[in-house]
């Protein structure tokens, strides 16, 4: 089973002078992103496993799979404690004919 993150359904999204506003209607709260924050925040409109946000940075990004490993990490753990972003868990079957 893999974890999938997604975008919290109560959250909006304003980009202003290079910086993005996530904005949780239900908390009342405003989170302020940079660039590569907000890029990886536009990843998050479909759920994406770690593995997959962290390729899709490193295409983006000069950065190495560890360091990417490392960033994305901690910053899925920051918007899971402001509660912008929620976790499934999808298990990949295989059908067998």
Known sequence: MEKRYHRH?????WETEGD?????TLHQSITKLNEVGGY???????????????ME????YEITM??????????LHDLSQYGLITTCTESLEVANN
């Open 20 to 24: 993005f506003l996530i904005v949780h």
């Open 40 to 54: 990886i925040w536009s990843l998050l409109d479909a759920p994406k496993t770690l593995e997959e946000l962290v």
């Open 66 to 75: 560890d360091q990417g490993l490392n960033d994305v990490n901690v910053f």
């Open 57 to 60: 940075l490193t295409k983006e």
């Open 9 to 13: 359904a109560d959250t909006e999204i």
